[in-house]
Protein backbone atom coordinates (compact mmCIF):
# COMPACT_ATOMS: atom_id res chain seq x y z
CA UNK A 1 0.00 0.00 0.00
CA UNK A 2 1.13 3.41 -0.83
CA UNK A 3 2.17 6.48 1.96
CA UNK A 4 -0.86 8.00 1.65
CA UNK A 5 -2.76 4.82 2.48
CA UNK A 6 -0.88 4.81 5.88
CA UNK A 7 -1.50 9.09 6.60
CA UNK A 8 -5.05 8.22 6.39
CA UNK A 9 -5.58 4.86 8.00
CA UNK A 10 -3.88 7.21 11.35
CA UNK A 11 -5.92 10.18 10.70
CA UNK A 12 -9.00 7.72 11.27
CA UNK A 13 -7.40 5.86 14.35
CA UNK A 14 -6.46 8.79 15.77
CA UNK A 15 -9.59 11.15 15.18
CA UNK A 16 -12.17 8.03 16.60
CA UNK A 17 -9.49 7.75 19.78
CA UNK A 18 -9.94 12.29 19.95
CA UNK A 19 -13.84 11.07 19.63
CA UNK A 20 -13.53 8.61 22.51
CA UNK A 21 -12.01 10.91 24.61
CA UNK A 22 -14.32 14.14 24.32
CA UNK A 23 -17.37 11.48 24.40
CA UNK A 24 -15.80 10.71 27.98
CA UNK A 25 -15.36 14.24 28.92
CA UNK A 26 -19.19 14.78 27.93
CA UNK A 27 -20.08 11.70 30.49
CA UNK A 28 -18.26 13.78 33.12
CA UNK A 29 -21.79 13.25 35.37
CA UNK A 30 -20.73 9.21 35.10
CA UNK A 31 -18.52 7.76 37.21
CA UNK A 32 -14.99 6.37 35.11
CA UNK A 33 -15.75 2.85 36.46
CA UNK A 34 -18.91 2.55 34.90
CA UNK A 35 -17.43 4.27 31.53
CA UNK A 36 -14.68 1.64 31.96
CA UNK A 37 -17.22 -0.74 31.55
CA UNK A 38 -19.28 0.38 28.84
CA UNK A 39 -16.26 1.45 26.94
CA UNK A 40 -14.76 -2.14 27.37
CA UNK A 41 -18.23 -4.35 27.22
CA UNK A 42 -19.38 -3.01 23.84
CA UNK A 43 -15.76 -3.31 22.21
CA UNK A 44 -15.95 -7.43 23.22
CA UNK A 45 -18.62 -7.69 20.23
CA UNK A 46 -15.35 -6.87 18.03
CA UNK A 47 -13.03 -8.80 19.16
CA UNK A 48 -14.46 -12.01 20.34
CA UNK A 49 -16.44 -11.82 16.97
CA UNK A 50 -12.77 -11.49 15.26
CA UNK A 51 -11.56 -14.62 17.20
CA UNK A 52 -14.01 -16.80 16.91
CA UNK A 53 -14.87 -16.47 12.58
CA UNK A 54 -11.27 -16.64 12.10
CA UNK A 55 -10.71 -19.56 14.60
CA UNK A 56 -7.67 -18.00 16.77
CA UNK A 57 -7.81 -19.12 20.22
CA UNK A 58 -9.22 -17.09 22.52
CA UNK A 59 -7.32 -17.71 25.69
CA UNK A 60 -3.77 -17.43 24.12
CA UNK A 61 -0.16 -18.48 24.76
CA UNK A 62 1.45 -16.20 27.23
CA UNK A 63 -1.77 -16.52 29.77
CA UNK A 64 -0.12 -14.88 32.92
CA UNK A 65 1.59 -11.73 31.20
CA UNK A 66 -1.50 -11.15 29.06
CA UNK A 67 -3.78 -10.67 32.51
CA UNK A 68 -1.16 -8.84 33.65
CA UNK A 69 -0.81 -6.51 30.40
CA UNK A 70 -5.20 -6.31 30.75
CA UNK A 71 -4.75 -5.36 34.41
CA UNK A 72 -2.10 -2.62 33.81
CA UNK A 73 -4.14 -1.65 30.95
CA UNK A 74 -7.69 -1.67 32.83
CA UNK A 75 -5.66 0.76 35.32
CA UNK A 76 -4.50 3.16 33.22
CA UNK A 77 -7.88 3.79 31.45
CA UNK A 78 -9.45 3.90 34.52
CA UNK A 79 -7.00 6.69 35.94
CA UNK A 80 -6.90 8.78 32.31
CA UNK A 81 -11.02 8.74 32.35
CA UNK A 82 -11.03 9.87 35.98
CA UNK A 83 -8.31 12.58 34.93
CA UNK A 84 -10.77 14.37 31.80
CA UNK A 85 -13.16 15.16 34.30
CA UNK A 86 -10.72 17.49 35.99
CA UNK A 87 -7.98 18.95 33.10
CA UNK A 88 -8.51 20.43 29.74
CA UNK A 89 -8.83 17.23 27.34
CA UNK A 90 -6.24 18.07 24.74
CA UNK A 91 -4.04 18.37 28.22
CA UNK A 92 -5.06 14.99 29.62
CA UNK A 93 -4.30 13.33 25.85
CA UNK A 94 -1.11 15.22 25.84
CA UNK A 95 -0.03 13.74 29.50
CA UNK A 96 -0.95 10.79 29.10
CA UNK A 97 1.49 10.43 26.18
CA UNK A 98 4.77 10.61 28.69
CA UNK A 99 4.35 6.63 28.43
CA UNK A 100 7.01 5.84 27.02
CA UNK A 101 9.74 8.37 29.13
CA UNK A 102 7.97 5.63 32.21
CA UNK A 103 7.93 2.21 29.24
CA UNK A 104 11.90 3.08 28.73
CA UNK A 105 12.52 3.23 32.93
CA UNK A 106 10.85 -0.06 32.79
CA UNK A 107 12.65 -1.47 29.65
CA UNK A 108 16.00 -0.88 31.42
CA UNK A 109 14.75 -2.15 34.96
CA UNK A 110 13.25 -5.64 33.42
CA UNK A 111 14.18 -5.87 29.77
CA UNK A 112 18.22 -4.77 30.36
CA UNK A 113 17.89 -2.64 27.51
CA UNK A 114 19.72 0.28 26.83
CA UNK A 115 18.36 3.83 25.81
CA UNK A 116 20.72 6.33 24.18
CA UNK A 117 21.89 9.25 25.97
CA UNK A 118 20.20 11.48 23.24
CA UNK A 119 16.75 9.65 24.25
CA UNK A 120 17.26 10.68 27.71
CA UNK A 121 17.61 14.01 26.03
CA UNK A 122 14.15 13.84 24.00
CA UNK A 123 12.27 12.50 27.48
CA UNK A 124 13.68 15.38 29.38
CA UNK A 125 12.17 17.29 26.54
CA UNK A 126 9.10 15.94 26.99
CA UNK A 127 8.96 15.93 30.55
CA UNK A 128 9.49 19.60 30.73
CA UNK A 129 6.57 20.18 28.87
CA UNK A 130 4.92 18.83 32.09
CA UNK A 131 7.13 21.29 34.54
CA UNK A 132 5.37 24.36 32.00
CA UNK A 133 2.38 22.92 31.94
CA UNK A 134 2.36 22.77 36.06
CA UNK A 135 4.24 25.72 36.86
CA UNK A 136 3.29 28.08 34.23
CA UNK A 137 -0.61 26.98 33.67
CA UNK A 138 -3.15 28.16 36.37
CA UNK A 139 -5.76 25.90 35.12
CA UNK A 140 -3.63 22.88 35.23
CA UNK A 141 -5.23 20.80 38.65
CA UNK A 142 -3.10 18.86 41.11
CA UNK A 143 -5.48 15.86 41.06
CA UNK A 144 -6.06 15.80 37.82
CA UNK A 145 -2.21 15.94 37.35
CA UNK A 146 -1.62 13.32 39.80
CA UNK A 147 -4.32 10.95 37.86
CA UNK A 148 -2.83 11.09 34.18
CA UNK A 149 0.55 10.82 35.27
CA UNK A 150 -0.21 7.40 36.91
CA UNK A 151 -2.18 6.22 33.85
CA UNK A 152 1.55 7.42 32.14
CA UNK A 153 3.05 5.04 34.54
CA UNK A 154 0.80 2.34 33.93
CA UNK A 155 0.37 2.49 30.06
CA UNK A 156 4.05 2.60 29.86
CA UNK A 157 3.88 -0.96 31.38
CA UNK A 158 1.60 -1.99 29.32
CA UNK A 159 3.80 -1.07 26.06
CA UNK A 160 6.69 -3.33 28.34
CA UNK A 161 4.25 -6.08 28.90
CA UNK A 162 3.54 -5.69 25.52
CA UNK A 163 7.53 -6.05 24.49
CA UNK A 164 7.44 -9.36 26.31
CA UNK A 165 4.60 -10.76 25.29
CA UNK A 166 6.06 -10.33 21.64
CA UNK A 167 4.30 -12.47 18.91
CA UNK A 168 3.48 -15.32 20.91
CA UNK A 169 -0.27 -13.72 20.46
CA UNK A 170 -2.30 -12.32 17.93
CA UNK A 171 -2.81 -8.59 18.56
CA UNK A 172 -6.93 -9.28 19.23
CA UNK A 173 -6.06 -11.81 21.94
CA UNK A 174 -4.25 -9.24 23.45
CA UNK A 175 -6.90 -6.80 23.17
CA UNK A 176 -9.60 -9.10 23.82
CA UNK A 177 -8.01 -10.18 27.11
CA UNK A 178 -8.04 -6.08 28.08
CA UNK A 179 -11.15 -5.86 27.51
CA UNK A 180 -12.25 -8.77 29.24
CA UNK A 181 -10.65 -7.34 32.61
CA UNK A 182 -12.06 -4.38 32.39
CA UNK A 183 -15.31 -5.06 31.78
CA UNK A 184 -15.33 -7.39 34.96
CA UNK A 185 -13.25 -4.54 36.92
CA UNK A 186 -15.47 -2.10 35.46
CA UNK A 187 -18.18 -3.37 36.28
CA UNK A 188 -17.68 -4.23 39.56
CA UNK A 189 -16.42 -1.23 40.79
CA UNK A 190 -19.21 0.76 39.52
CA UNK A 191 -22.15 -0.86 41.01
CA UNK A 192 -21.36 0.97 44.05
CA UNK A 193 -21.62 4.44 42.47
CA UNK A 194 -24.37 3.21 39.72
CA UNK A 195 -25.72 5.82 37.23
CA UNK A 196 -28.85 4.48 35.09
CA UNK A 197 -27.81 6.38 31.72
CA UNK A 198 -30.61 8.73 30.59
CA UNK A 199 -31.72 9.32 26.48
CA UNK A 200 -28.68 10.10 24.65
CA UNK A 201 -26.25 8.80 27.43
CA UNK A 202 -27.54 5.40 26.22
CA UNK A 203 -25.64 5.92 22.72
CA UNK A 204 -22.22 8.03 24.22
CA UNK A 205 -21.36 5.06 26.19
CA UNK A 206 -22.22 2.35 23.35
CA UNK A 207 -20.02 4.29 21.36
CA UNK A 208 -16.88 4.18 23.59
CA UNK A 209 -16.36 0.98 22.36
CA UNK A 210 -16.81 1.92 18.80
CA UNK A 211 -14.61 4.60 18.91
CA UNK A 212 -11.98 2.45 20.73
CA UNK A 213 -11.69 -0.92 18.09
CA UNK A 214 -12.12 1.25 14.98
CA UNK A 215 -9.11 3.60 16.78
CA UNK A 216 -7.14 0.64 17.56
CA UNK A 217 -8.05 -1.63 14.22
CA UNK A 218 -6.95 1.63 11.73
CA UNK A 219 -3.86 1.99 13.74
CA UNK A 220 -2.97 -1.51 13.23
CA UNK A 221 -3.66 -1.55 9.85
CA UNK A 222 -1.19 1.44 9.55
CA UNK A 223 1.67 -0.11 11.74
CA UNK A 224 1.37 -3.13 9.67
CA UNK A 225 1.91 -0.84 6.52
CA UNK A 226 4.94 1.01 6.93
CA UNK A 227 7.79 1.29 9.41
CA UNK A 228 7.15 2.12 12.81
CA UNK A 229 9.15 5.31 12.68
CA UNK A 230 7.06 6.47 9.69
CA UNK A 231 3.69 5.81 11.29
CA UNK A 232 4.15 6.38 15.44
CA UNK A 233 4.43 10.25 14.85
CA UNK A 234 1.40 10.50 13.08
CA UNK A 235 -0.95 8.71 16.68
CA UNK A 236 0.09 12.48 18.07
CA UNK A 237 -2.16 13.68 15.71
CA UNK A 238 -5.09 12.80 18.36
CA UNK A 239 -3.86 15.65 20.35
CA UNK A 240 -4.66 18.02 17.68
CA UNK A 241 -8.10 16.58 16.83
CA UNK A 242 -9.18 16.67 20.79
CA UNK A 243 -7.89 20.37 21.28
CA UNK A 244 -10.40 21.12 18.23
CA UNK A 245 -13.09 19.13 20.04
CA UNK A 246 -12.02 20.64 23.04
CA UNK A 247 -12.39 24.20 21.81
CA UNK A 248 -15.79 23.65 19.53
CA UNK A 249 -17.50 21.36 21.78
CA UNK A 250 -16.68 22.68 25.96
CA UNK A 251 -15.50 25.86 25.38
CA UNK A 252 -12.29 24.94 27.34
CA UNK A 253 -9.53 27.82 26.80
CA UNK A 254 -5.93 26.61 26.10
CA UNK A 255 -3.16 29.13 27.30
CA UNK A 256 -0.13 30.18 25.72
CA UNK A 257 1.66 28.01 28.60
CA UNK A 258 -1.06 25.04 27.54
CA UNK A 259 0.09 24.94 24.06
CA UNK A 260 3.97 25.28 25.04
CA UNK A 261 3.61 22.44 27.70
CA UNK A 262 2.15 20.55 24.69
CA UNK A 263 4.23 21.27 22.00
CA UNK A 264 7.37 20.38 23.91
CA UNK A 265 5.87 16.73 25.23
CA UNK A 266 4.98 15.99 21.46
CA UNK A 267 7.64 17.37 20.21
CA UNK A 268 10.46 15.25 22.32
CA UNK A 269 8.42 11.99 21.57
CA UNK A 270 8.25 12.55 18.34
CA UNK A 271 12.00 13.38 18.23
CA UNK A 272 12.50 9.88 20.06
CA UNK A 273 10.54 7.51 18.02
CA UNK A 274 12.14 9.12 15.00
CA UNK A 275 15.74 8.60 16.30
CA UNK A 276 15.09 4.91 17.27
CA UNK A 277 13.97 4.42 13.66
CA UNK A 278 17.57 5.82 12.19
CA UNK A 279 19.38 4.05 15.02
CA UNK A 280 17.22 0.30 14.01
CA UNK A 281 18.04 0.85 10.45
CA UNK A 282 22.01 1.26 10.92
CA UNK A 283 21.96 -2.21 13.35
Not at 50 to 61: A, D
Not at 110 to 125: A, G, N, T, V
Not at 212 to 238: C, D, H, R, S, W
Amino acid sequence: MSTSHTIKFMIFSTLAFACMNVTVKYLSDISAFQIVFFRSISSLVFTFGFLLKNNIPILGNKRKLLVYRGIAGVTSMTFFFMSIKYLPVATAVSLRYIAPIFAAVFAVLFLKERIKPLQWLFFIMAFSGVIVLKGFDTQIDSYGLLLVLIAAVFSGLVYTLINKIGTNDHPVVVVNYFMVIATVVGGTLSIFNWKTPEGLEWLFLISLGVFGYFGQLYMTKAFQNAATNQVAPLKYIEVIFTLIFGLLWFDEIYTIWSLIGITLIISGLVLNVIYKGKQSKKL
